[in-house]
């Protein structure tokens, strides 16, 4: 059974940092493409930066310059490194875990909330 379980939210002042991670368990962790999108109430899903298996980084433009995306193979864990926090980052950040279209694989989310 394939589980995602991520860690590392919470409430933090504008300004402020967080780091989520993500830990895979239940399939081989190093081929997947790992991504963290985030969803505000009422709204879709949105990818917020992810890694390919060959270490290749891409981010949406809100957050360049202040996230930064990693993994670590022997621990199958992915991080969010998040600095400079704004208000408009927060939200449930789910971390995705995604091979092929049938192996593809989400977590339960974890809140992160930013005041101003």
């Known amino acids: 059974q394939v589980q995602l379980v991520e860690s590392g939210g919470g409430l933090v002042q504008a300004g402020g940092s967080l780091r989520l991670s993500c830990v895979v368990s239940?399939?081989?962790?190093?081929?997947?493409?790992m991504t963290w999108y985030r969803q505000y109430p009422g709204k879709q899903r949105e990818l917020v930066a992810s890694?390919?298996?060959?270490?290749?980084?891409n981010y949406i433009d809100s957050v360049k310059g202040r996230f930064s995306i990693s993994r670590d193979n022997p621990t199958s864990t992915v991080s969010l490194q998040m600095n400079r926090l704004k208000p408009e980052d927060t939200g449930v950040y789910y971390c995705?875990?995604?091979?092929?279209?049938?192996?593809?694989?989400w977590g339960q989310g974890t809140q992160v909330t930013v005041s101003p």
């Open positions: 239940g399939v081989i962790f190093s081929p997947y493409t």
């Open positions: 995705n875990a995604r091979f092929s279209a049938l192996s593809n694989h």
């Open positions: 890694i390919a298996a060959n270490g290749t980084t």
